[in-house]
């Protein structure tokens, strides 16, 4: 049986920037409730409670994720400005959170035509330490350390 590789914490933290508007849009549209199906008479509701149940834990989940990332952001927009490198965050914000292409970022900013991609890749491995801390230096994958303890310990 092959073992499942674990991602790195710089390739989580790209996966969800790539990702951002789409759990914005999971956790504005999530169906979680009952309440939230218009047409209620032609679906078997008590074999969906466990299945409504499971949305909403997927949903909690992303909620905490996604502000644990805006804050992350924040922290980034913050001192990218205090370092005098307010627009590479301004790119990366223009790219991820705004849904643009490198070659409208390039026609906007007025920048070169790789500044826009430089400059994303030179922030998201500081975004990926406000995401993981101390786990974003180790270019190890996230949870194999815990795996290997256990099959040493267990």
Same mark, same amino acid.
């Given at each position: 049986m092959e073992e499942k590789k674990e991602m790195t914490a710089l %390739?989580?933290? %790209?996966?969800?920037?790539? =990702?951002?508007?789409?759990?914005?849009?999971?956790?504005?549209?999530?169906?979680?409730?009952?309440? %939230?199906?218009?047409?209620?008479?032609?679906?078997?509701?008590?074999? &969906?409670?466990?299945?409504?149940?499971?949305i909403r834990e997927c949903r909690a989940e992303t909620v905490i994720?996604? &502000?644990?990332?805006?804050?992350?952001?924040?922290?980034?927009?913050?001192?990218?400005?205090?370092?005098?490198?307010?627009?590479?965050?301004?790119?990366?914000?223009?790219?991820?959170?705004?849904?643009?292409?490198?070659?409208?970022?390039? %026609?906007?900013?007025?920048?070169?035509? =790789?500044?826009?991609?430089?400059?994303?890749?030179?922030?998201?491995p500081k975004l990926s330490i406000k995401l993981f801390g101390a786990?974003?230096?180790?270019?190890?994958?996230?949870?194999?350390? =815990?795996?290997?303890?256990? =099959?040493?310990?267990?």
């Amino acid at each position: 049986m092959e073992e499942k590789k674990e991602m790195t914490a710089l %390739q989580k933290t %790209q996966m969800y920037l790539e =990702n951002y508007r789409e759990m914005e849009r999971y956790i504005k549209d999530a169906i979680s409730e009952v309440s %939230q199906i218009d047409d209620i008479s032609r679906y078997n509701i008590s074999a &969906e409670r466990a299945f409504l149940q499971s949305i909403r834990e997927c949903r909690a989940e992303t909620v905490i994720l996604f &502000e644990h990332m805006n804050k992350a952001l924040k922290s980034l927009k913050e001192d990218a400005e205090a370092a005098g490198e307010g627009y590479k965050y301004d790119v990366l914000e223009m790219v991820y959170i705004k849904g643009m292409s490198y070659e409208d970022v390039t %026609q906007e900013t007025g920048c070169g035509k =790789n500044s826009p991609k430089k400059w994303c890749k030179a922030m998201i491995p500081k975004l990926s330490i406000k995401l993981f801390g101390a786990k974003a230096l180790d270019n190890t994958s996230i949870c194999s350390e =815990n795996k290997n303890n256990l =099959n040493k310990t267990g």
